[in-house]
């Protein structure tokens, strides 16, 4: 014998069925996902804080809401010195449009650095990693290594070698400027 349901407990079914699919408002949506840091695309870059060469504490983190465009390199490197000039230009062209330019030495001098610099007059950010703690921390194998970081801290591309022109990085700044 089928059984037969009253119309009340359809109603009450229904009512406690609808009281849990209320829209969602802006105090009620979910948190977005947090998305691990790390030093591969797709992941937020690990957070550090140097010293620059002008004196300044800085960290990752005080970027958040620009891109970023990291580079590790040293002063010793030929290829590194060899893509400073476009490093510069593009520092030049693109901070007006937001994006931040760090380049970060691997363990030297502040010095040496401060020469190198004045000789091919450059005048970019430049973020001391005396220690060498955070270029380990980056997993840089070879210099110079370049991690292009959007707005939100994610890492979008990571080249590793020099940059062949100011074009090339043009090419590769589409992933994180708007």
């Given at each position: 014998m089928a059984r037969m349901i009253s119309q009340s407990t359809i109603i009450l079914l229904g009512l406690l069925l609808?009281?849990?699919?209320?829209?969602?408002?802006?105090?009620?949506?979910?948190?977005?996902?947090?998305?691990?840091?790390?030093?591969?695309?797709?992941?937020?870059?690990?957070d550090f804080k140097l010293q620059t060469l002008a004196g300044e504490n800085v960290s990752l983190s005080d970027f958040r809401g620009k891109p970023v465009l990291l580079n590790f390199w040293a002063t010793w490197?030929?290829?590194?010195?060899?893509?400073?000039?476009?490093?510069?230009?593009?520092?030049?062209?693109?901070?007006?449009?937001?994006?931040?330019?760090?380049?970060?030495?691997?363990?030297?001098?502040?010095?040496?650095?401060?020469?190198?610099?004045?000789?091919?007059?450059?005048?970019m950010t430049v973020p001391m990693d005396s220690d060498g703690k955070v270029t380990k921390a980056f997993g840089i194998g070879a210099l110079p290594t370049t991690f292009l970081i959007d707005k939100e801290g994610i890492i979008r591309q990571k080249v590793i070698g020099a940059f062949a022109s100011k074009e090339a990085i043009e090419n590769e700044l589409k992933k994180i400027m708007p």
């Open positions: 609808l009281s849990g699919c209320r829209s969602l408002t802006p105090e009620t949506k979910p948190p977005p996902p947090v998305i691990p840091e790390g030093i591969t695309i797709g992941k937020r870059a690990l490197c030929g290829p590194c010195k060899f893509e400073m000039p476009f490093l510069q230009a593009i520092n030049d062209s693109y901070s007006d449009k937001g994006l931040v330019v760090l380049v970060v030495d691997y363990g030297e001098k502040p010095a040496v650095i401060e020469k190198f610099m004045t000789d091919l007059n450059l005048s």
